[in-house]
């Protein structure tokens, strides 16, 4: 018994140890499969909202109000933002592939960092355990994905312009950046590396029709998460 509660800790520490140390830094080989008009995931995770962007605002029935998408990419002097779309998002838990890649290809042609003198938690216990159950939280509603550190690039290309913001999950956003302003980016590469996890945002063009719902597991690089209407799907014959 006593070596029972000694292992207890022991076990519990290496497991740790490795999710941290080990597990989180893999980098599975992923050979992106493209179409003309299509985007790509930019993450691991599961799909927390799917919502219009119309008037350079997002709609939160939890908070009612009408969100800034601007505020919300990081990009608040952007006229981009200000565009009609779709705005995506995908949290990116502590199992999944902490890498995040090009959406698209075209040319890297804004990348900006916007600190927060507060960050706070995107979930609670209870939270980050629904998501691990495949039962999201609307995260469009907490005060984390509003306030938190954010790291954004845009990629204008065939699909047109295409926004990606990383989000702090709590501490602040542990991220690093593989892109510059003025980089040609292929699709399916890596773009930053997400150390802590953490919130996704992908902004969309109104051209483009989203392909995944709330709920969704989503693999970056491989998962086709909008597509141009009309245009042939990935994977058909």
């Known amino acids: 018994m ?27 080989v992923r050979v992106p499969t493209t179409a003309a ?6 993450a691991d995770g599961v799909v927390s909202f799917v919502r219009r962007v119309e008037g350079g605002k997002v709609q939160s029935e939890a908070l009612h109000a009408a969100l800034k998408a601007g505020d919300l990419l990081g990009q608040p002097g952007s006229e981009g933002p200000a565009q009609d779309g779709w705005l995506v998002g995908i ?40 998501f691990l159950a495949g039962q999201p939280a609307n995260l469009l509603a907490k005060r984390g994905t509003l306030e938190n550190e954010r790291l954004s690039f845009v990629t204008q290309g065939e699909a047109g312009r295409v926004a990606v913001t990383l989000i702090a999950p709590g501490a602040g956003l542990n991220a690093t950046s593989y892109l510059k302003q003025g980089d040609a980016a292929s699709a399916g590469y890596k773009a930053a590396f997400l150390a802590e996890g953490g919130l996704v945002l992908l902004h969309l063009p109104a051209e483009l029709t989203p392909q995944v719902s709330v709920g969704e597991r989503v693999v970056g690089a491989q998962t086709a998460v909008a597509q141009r209407v009309g245009a042939r799907r990935v994977g058909a014959q």
């Open 2 to 28: 006593r070596l029972r509660r000694l292992l207890v800790p022991v076990l519990a520490g290496t497991a740790v140890w490795y999710l941290r140390s080990v597990y989180r830094f893999r980098d599975p």
């Open 37 to 42: 008009g299509t985007v790509l995931s930019p």
């Open 91 to 130: 949290f990116v838990g502590p199992l999944d592939v902490h890498y995040v890649y090009q959406a698209v290809g075209g040319q890297v042609t804004d990348v900006q960092h916007t600190g927060s003198r507060s960050n706070a938690a995107l979930l609670g216990p209870g939270e980050a355990l629904g």
